[in-house]
């Protein structure tokens, strides 16, 4: 089940430094929001807040609240675990766990999770590689190493260990940077057909697949060098690229910066 997120008066620190600044945003159930922005300007930073991946660096922290839902991630007494297994996150370059099998690579989220039975495991991990448009392509060399997939299929391999875990949110921080095109078309393709089911959250720097896979977008930008990231704007996708409240977002988005 697909849950919303909503984040209020959210900083971001690493160590002294304040890397973001009094972020708030509703994030919708079943979309895809883009967050777009300069490098350096927090937007990776307060994707990894959604699901306390933030502190795990040494000396990180967050103030503020995220809420999933009713629940609140930062509350007393939850486990960053539990919070990381609702809401999946895939990465830049995709990582694959070198040393194991395509299949393995599904199963393995799924048996941290307790013990599972055989035919209930090859059952997900063939709902996984579906969901994840994989599973024709692999279904006859399961046992081969998943290191051994191409770039693109290794994004959306671990897109399939993500989803198998049934998360209720996903994050993906640039997760076509390292891709040749045809590879990202596949893994934007199947971004558009997951928000059927998930909350999906997407950090890009390209502005054509921004406008294409997202329903709602949300800029952000530093104030000046040195100075906290903040959010300039959030709208629908249309909008943001067609009439952009700020100036900045703009400027940004016309390529006069960033």
Known sequence: MAKQIQVSGLDAYYGAHKAIADISMTIEPRS????IGPSGCGKSTFLRTLNRMHEVIPGARVEGKVMLDSDDLYGPG?????????????????NPFPTMSIYENVAAGLRLNGRIS??????????????????????DRLNKP??????GQQQR???ARCIAVKPQVLLMDEPC??????????IEDLITELKDEFTIVIVTHNMQ???????????????????????????????MFTNPSEK??????TGRFG
Do not use: H
């Open 157 to 159: 391999l671990c897109i």
């Open 177 to 186: 940077s390292a891709l040749d095109p045809i590879s990202t078309l596949a």
């Open 146 to 151: 998943g290191a051994g997939l191409s770039g």
């Open 248 to 253: 900045a977002t703009e400027d940004y988005i």
């Open 32 to 35: 895809v929001t883009a967050f």
């Open 78 to 94: 939850v486990d960053p675990v539990s919070v990381r297994r609702t809401i999946g996150m895939v990465f830049q370059r995709p």
């Open 118 to 139: 055989k035919s209930k495991t090859d059952e997900v991990v063939e709902q996984s590689l579906r969901g994840a448009n994989l599973w024709n392509e692999v279904k």
């Open 209 to 239: 697949q921004a406008a294409r896979v997202s329903d709602r977008t949300a800029f952000f930008n530093l104030a000046a060098q040195g100075q906290p990231g903040r959010l300039v704007e959030m709208d629908e996708t249309s909008a």
